[in-house]
T-cell receptor
Framework: GAVVSQHPSRVICKSGTSVKIECRSLDFQATTMFWYRQFPKQSLMLMATSNEGSKATYEQGVEKDKFLINHASLTLSTLTVTSAHPEDSSFYIC?????????????FGNGTRLTVT | QKEVEQDPGPLSVPEGAIVSLNCTYSNSAFQYFMWYRQYSRKGPELLMYTYSSGNKEDGRFTAQVDKSSKYISLFIRDSQPSDSATYLCAMWTRSARQLTFGSGTQLTVLP
């Protein structure tokens, strides 16, 4: 089955620093990856859609200068939280669509718990 | 009205029980339906994926889709404590940019 690997699983950083989260599709190529944020006991909130070789598409209300997304290859997308603040503390999850285009389901990474102190 | 409605629970059942999880939706254009299981502090894991009305079975899990009633269900037979998790339904149309999720149902299976 399609495997999505996300790293790190947990990170603690100081306010004002930047944090990079990696998302890799291990056994398939993903032209499109998605980044979600999840608050405790809530469902997933889409932040942005990452397209290989082009700019990411951000959802309304998501600051693109704060959440930098790079999708430089067909197997890797990165999310960088710049100048992190305590309110950015959350659970970030990436996903990728399997081969087969729009008819393929999304497969998710195991998430990154970010804590900003 | 939300596009996808899912009973948030929590739902608590004894081990061995049959569990029924349900979602209703309002957008008749939804074509693809998924059920995900999410353990605490983990990413969602795909359990079932279907795109046609009817039943699809995989081991102890059965996904049911009724497009005429805009209703999907996930049945878990012989439930185990390891099934304790949050279950998310999700769906999309071919032209949609993103999945539409239900709010999730928290399930606890008691030993």
């Amino acid at each position: 089955g399609a495997v999505v690997s996300q790293h790190p699983s947990r990170v603690i950083c100081k306010s004002g620093t930047s944090v990079k989260i990696e998302c890799r599709s291990l056994d398939f190529q993903a032209t499109t990856m998605f980044w979600y944020r999840q608050f405790p006991k809530q469902s997933l909130m889409l932040m942005a859609t990452s397209n290989e070789g082009s700019k990411a598409t951000y959802e309304q209300g998501v600051e693109k200068d704060k959440f930098l997304i790079n999708h430089a290859s067909l197997t890797l997308s990165t999310l960088t939280v710049t100048s992190a603040h305590p309110e950015d503390s959350s659970f970030y999850i990436c996903s990728a669509r399997g081969t087969g285009g729009y008819s393929s389901p999304l497969h998710f990474g195991n998430g990154t718990r970010l804590t900003v102190t | 009205q939300k596009e996808v409605e899912q009973d948030p629970g929590p739902l608590s059942v004894p081990e061995g029980a049959i569990v029924s999880l349900n979602c209703t939706y309002s957008n008749s254009a939804f074509q693809y339906f998924m059920w995900y299981r999410q353990y605490s502090r983990k990413g969602p894991e795909l359990l079932m994926y279907t795109y046609s009305s009817g039943n699809k079975e995989d081991g102890r899990f059965t996904a049911q889709v009724d497009k005429s009633s805009k209703y999907i269900s996930l049945f878990i037979r012989d439930s185990q404590p390891s099934d304790s998790a949050t279950y998310l339904c999700a769906m999309w149309t071919r032209s949609a940019r993103q999945l539409t999720f239900g709010s999730g149902t928290q399930l606890t299976v008691l030993p």
